[in-house]
């Protein structure tokens, strides 16, 4: 894409969406960071079901980490990988007690440092509870930069690197927000509703449908 046809692109998500949200469901910082680590190879909905009664019950870092892996394993076991999760809930929840005295980290090397706590989930921390213009690239994004043209890559990193450089700068806080929705309802893995799409003249994707 040119830069007009990428200003253009989100300018029109902009218009469509203001002020897009997650679709995780959170009341604090410490709660986000826990929903993200759960929603690695899950869907949003799927992992609001299990975290509505367990932050009901176990808000806290020092709560989750006195429920225990076990504990934590009852709450998640309809996420895939769940026992994998559990333990990284439990030990992440502990060393948030022990390293940062219970509060989620504006550190993105202590963030990573943490059990589950990639890059990805790094950036989602960083982007929504420190306001920070970071860009997370999960598979929708990744699918939608290629697609589109306007950040083509083979890895999440390369994607990652070009996205920061191809959004305009007033675009980027929000960046991520927009592609991830905009993959997960219209420019879908494999039925991407194309005739409904606000950007569809701007996108370089060949196998544009129809219907």
């Known amino acids: 894409m040119t830069r007009a046809e990428v200003e253009a692109f989100f300018a029109r998500l902009a218009a469509a969406d203001p002020e897009p949200k997650t679709e995780l469901e959170y009341a604090t910082p410490f709660q986000l ?11 949003d909905k799927g992992v609001n079901r299990a975290t509505r009664p367990l932050f009901h019950q176990h808000p806290t870092p020092a709560a989750l980490a006195a429920l225990g892996e076990e504990g934590i394993a009852d709450y998640i076991q309809t996420i895939g990988l ?3 999760k559990a333990k990284n809930v439990a030990t992440l929840s502990r060393l948030i007690l022990e390293r940062h005295g219970g509060e989620v980290p504006h550190d993105r090397d202590a963030l990573e440092a943490l059990p589950g706590v990639g890059r990805k989930t790094t950036n989602v921390v960083l982007n929504i509870i420190f306001g920070e213009p970071t860009i997370a690239v999960d598979t929708h994004i990744f699918r939608v930069a ?5 950040a083509r890559g083979k890895t999440v990193g390369e994607v990652e690197r070009k996205l920061l450089k ?3 700068a007033h675009y980027r806080q929000h960046a991520h927000h927009w592609l ?10 494999r039925a991407p509703a194309c005739p409904r799409c606000g950007v569809r003249d701007l996108c370089a994707y060949k196998e544009k449908t129809d219907v």
């Open 33 to 43: 960071l826990v929903a993200v680590v759960l929603s690695a190879q899950a869907t």
């Open 82 to 84: 769940y026992r994998t």
């Open 146 to 150: 290629n697609r589109t043209g306007l």
């Open 166 to 168: 191809a959004v305009p």
């Open 180 to 189: 991830i929705l905009h993959g997960r309802y219209t420019c879908k893995a």
